[in-house]
């Protein structure tokens, strides 16, 4: 039996991580006859108890899980910590005496509460006191609706509101005009800018030994080389060889040995990892904390279609570099020394490598109806992807860890 789900980041103003939403399924299959809330929430409830722990998934954020009248009832949400979920309300749920008393009795519990695609009604006055969140559908309510929400809620100012659905950066900018606190939707993962940034000498070096090791034959003279003339890159990589995460008990004494005991494919890794680490040091952690999610997704994806694994590996890493530099993926293309295939997916979307990423940002936004029909179209096998996700969350989990201990 399996045990799937999604997250989707939750950001404050500053653009920084605040949390997560877990968005969970029985499998993919099984998303198609659709499963109403109090079934979804209850799988939720015994995976998060008998199949992974929560801090697979959240690390040391909260994680917003919704919560149908019913599950609201049966004391569901007592069933995990109060400091790492948010009491997410659905918007399907009238506001009633039953789930105002719910309200109450989870606030008196210390648990934190939100209101989920909200629409304002004076009833909902009652539940204020009770209330940490309000989430907004930025699409579908017009400002005019915005004020008057915020006037609502004047006399509450614990109360925090969340902007959903925000896909660009305008609707960010206006969100954060009307005061919003927390962004949902994908708008980071987009340039905000329209502007050239040089890459620094460093990151060229690193540049070139991406391309040194996508080389089907790897040439470990000339990466040994370009190593030896970086110091503080030879540091970060006998400091990496010799990690923990490796549980190897050979101690690294020179550069050759310290990249013949990685092997080109965990080379491969280490690289790429040190090249958006660099680039994205002025940006959100969740940004990097992605790109390594996609990097290691878009790695089992490969290994279980039978193509190359290191090449998908770093098309994954990389297909959030406009992004990290705040320019047309088409330029940053330009300045990288990458293999035709790779520039082909990133630009053109075109090939298989393409293929990963369309299916790596369907699981972003759990949208399962078209993940799984792309790998009904690939031929994966339907019941090892999802368990490739949770390996990919997991692993960058660590390896941010690792980077932060660097």
């Not at 009491?87 to 789930?99: A, D, H, S, Y």
């Not at 100012?157 to 896909?167: F, M, N, Q, S, Y």
């Not at 959100?284 to 390594?292: D, G, I, K, N, V």
């Amino acid at each position: 039996m399996y045990f799937y789900a999604a997250r989707q980041p939750i950001l404050d103003r500053n653009k920084e991580l605040y949390a997560y939403e877990l968005l969970f399924r029985d499998s993919l299959d099984n998303v198609f006859p659709d499963i109403d809330g109090d079934e979804a929430t209850s799988k939720m409830i015994e995976g998060s108890q008998f199949s992974f722990s929560l801090e697979d998934f959240l690390g040391e954020k909260p994680g917003f899980i919704n919560f149908t009248l019913d599950t609201l009832q049966k004391k569901y949400p007592r069933m995990l910590p109060k400091e790492q979920i948010v009491v997410e309300v659905l918007e399907t749920i009238q506001p009633g005496k039953r789930l105002l008393a719910e309200c109450q009795d989870l606030k008196s519990k210390g648990y934190v509460l939100a209101l989920d695609d909200y629409e304002h009604q004076s009833v909902w006055r009652h539940f204020y006191p009770f209330i940490d969140i309000i989430k907004i559908d930025v699409l579908t309510t017009s400002i005019d609706t915005i004020h008057q929400i915020k006037q609502a809620i004047a006399d509450f100012p614990h109360i925090k509101l969340l902007a959903e659905k925000v896909e660009t950066n305008q609707q960010f900018e206006t969100a954060m005009e009307l005061g919003f606190d927390y962004f949902q939707g994908f708008f980071f993962s987009k340039p905000e800018m329209m502007q050239t940034k040089a890459l620094s000498p460093a990151q060229m070096t690193l540049a070139e030994l991406l391309y040194e090791t996508s080389k089907s034959e790897m040439d470990l003279t000339t990466i040994t080389a370009v190593f030896q003339r970086d110091i503080s890159l030879s540091y970060k990589l006998l400091r990496y060889s010799n990690s923990a995460i490796f549980k190897r008990r050979t101690e690294i004494a020179t550069i050759k040995q310290a990249l013949v005991v990685l092997g080109q494919a965990e080379l491969k890794r280490f690289l790429s990892l040190l090249f958006t680490a660099q680039i994205s040091s002025d940006k959100p952690a969740e940004l990097m904390r992605l790109s390594m999610t996609r990097a290691k997704f878009a790695e089992g994806l490969a290994t279980l279609h039978g193509t190359e694994s290191s090449k998908a590996y770093l098309t994954g890493m990389m297909s959030l570099m406009d992004a990290l530099l705040d320019e047309p993926i088409e330029s940053v293309m330009q300045k990288l020394p990458l293999a035709k295939d790779i520039k082909e997916a990133l630009v053109e979307g075109s090939g298989v490598l393409a293929d990963y990423i369309k299916l790596m940002q369907w699981y972003e936004h759990a949208d399962w109806q078209q993940a799984s029909a792309l790998i009904e179209q690939l031929r994966l096998p339907a019941n090892k992807v999802p368990d490739a996700y949770h390996e990919a969350i997991n692993w960058a989990n660590e390896q941010m860890k690792v980077m932060g201990d660097s």
